[in-house]
């Protein structure tokens, strides 16, 4: 069954990224001048155009929004042992960085309405060890932050708030990345706006700014370049990639708007469909900007999440489950980083449940129809 999916053309790729003119022009430049390390004018131009769409004062590029989250809690100088919470519905980088750096990750759940990490269970886990926050925002919807950044200021808790999946987002009128002490950004193919690999640290603390440069770039000495001031990474971001991202920079408005556009058609079309669920372009505090189009299976006689992908698949659309949590994956079981069985009824159930739909800038409408029309079909639910 497996080797006969495999034949079946992907007619509807769950992704693409789309690329303009523009990103093409910028790249030659770099080709035909010989600029393409992490050297040259592209790299300090997207830094600085990236911080100031964002309204923060510095930009850092790195090699990935790993790599990003790595830094950004490196740059805090925190102790071994001291505790992180995160999410535990969210992509590994977080609780990878906090491993290697030493620290105690702590998860919360998530919400079931908004699928984002649960307030309340992040302000009941907080306690006398908790030095910082990965506030991460997740799918589509904004992190209602405003309780987390009040009660984090007054304990001097450090926030850093991954915005890999909110470029171009909005929480109460300002930008997703300007709330934390620290934020970070990814640029893979996926994301509203890409340069294929690639990342950033945004802040407006100089202290983080200078320490980050530094650690991105091996930690070059001062006075002696070849004596090192600390043990740094090799996350260099290049001139090529910069140049990709100062072209698709131009577009985020057009790309947030038909984000938004793909994710309000999938809505209007599969809404009623009581055997499904799918997350609505607002919630009282923010628009979802459907950084992808996830929906929600219920179980119910021969319907699945299993059943249902597999069916269209062999209709050559293609899905991508949802994030497996924390807790259960095999790596963080089998170093014994918790322990005791650590239970999140909220995340093991989108797992279980959920997947997300094609929703790369390429779609067209009438593909989302016809995609909508066949769940539709083999969900059972006519229209
Ligand atoms: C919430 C979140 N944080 C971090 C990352 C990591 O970014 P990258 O793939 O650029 O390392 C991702 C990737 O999708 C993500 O979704």
Not at 306 to 333: A, C, S, W
């Amino acid at each position: 069954m497996k080797n006969k999916l495999k034949l079946v053309k992907i007619k509807f790729p769950v992704n693409e990224p789309k690329i303009f003119d523009l990103e093409k022009k910028n790249v030659l430049k770099c080709l035909n001048t010989g600029w393409i390390s992490s050297q040259g004018k592209f790299v300090t131009e997207f830094e600085k155009k990236f911080a100031n769409f964002n309204k923060r004062k510095f930009g850092i590029s790195v090699s990935s929004g790993t790599a990003a989250l790595e830094i950004a809690l490196k740059s805090l100088n925190l102790k071994k042992n001291d505790e992180v919470i995160i999410p535990t519905f969210t992509i590994i980088s977080s609780i990878i960085c906090i491993i290697k750096l030493g620290l105690k990750p702590v998860l919360v759940d998530s919400n079931i309405d908004n699928w984002n990490m649960s307030i309340e269970e992040t302000l009941k886990k907080i306690n006398r060890k908790t030095k910082a926050i990965i506030i991460t925002h997740i799918y589509g919807f904004p992190v209602n932050m405003e309780k987390i950044l009040y009660v984090a200021k007054k304990r001097g808790i450090k926030i850093i708030e991954d915005a890999a999946e909110m470029i171009g987002q909005k929480y109460k009128n300002k930008m997703c990345g300007s709330y934390g002490d620290i934020s970070t950004f990814s640029f893979y193919a996926n994301k509203h706006i890409t340069t294929g690999e690639g990342g950033m640290i945004l802040t407006n603390n100089k202290n983080v700014y200078l320490k980050s440069k530094s650690l991105r770039n091996l930690c070059f000495g001062e006075i002696n370049r070849f004596n090192h001031d600390d043990i740094g990474y090799n996350y260099r971001f290049t001139n090529i990639q910069a140049a990709i991202g100062c072209a698709q920079l131009k577009n985020i408005k057009w790309i947030v708007k038909r984000k938004m556009e793909i994710g309000n058609r999938y809505y209007k079309q599969l809404k009623n469909n009581k055997n499904l669920f799918i997350q609505k372009p607002f919630n009282k505090y923010s628009k979802n900007i459907y950084w992808i189009v996830g929906i929600l299976i219920y179980n119910k006689k021969g319907i699945n999440k299993k059943i249902i992908v597999k069916k269209l698949r062999k209709k050559g659309i293609e899905t991508r489950d949802f994030f497996y949590p924390m807790h259960k994956q095999n790596i963080i079981q089998k170093l014994k980083i918790f322990k005791k069985k650590e239970k999140y009824p909220v995340s093991e159930k989108l797992f279980k449940q959920g997947f997300y739909l094609p929703s790369g800038l390429n779609i067209k409408n009438r593909e989302i129809d016809t995609i909508c029309k066949y769940l539709n079909k083999i969900t059972n639910f006519s229209s």
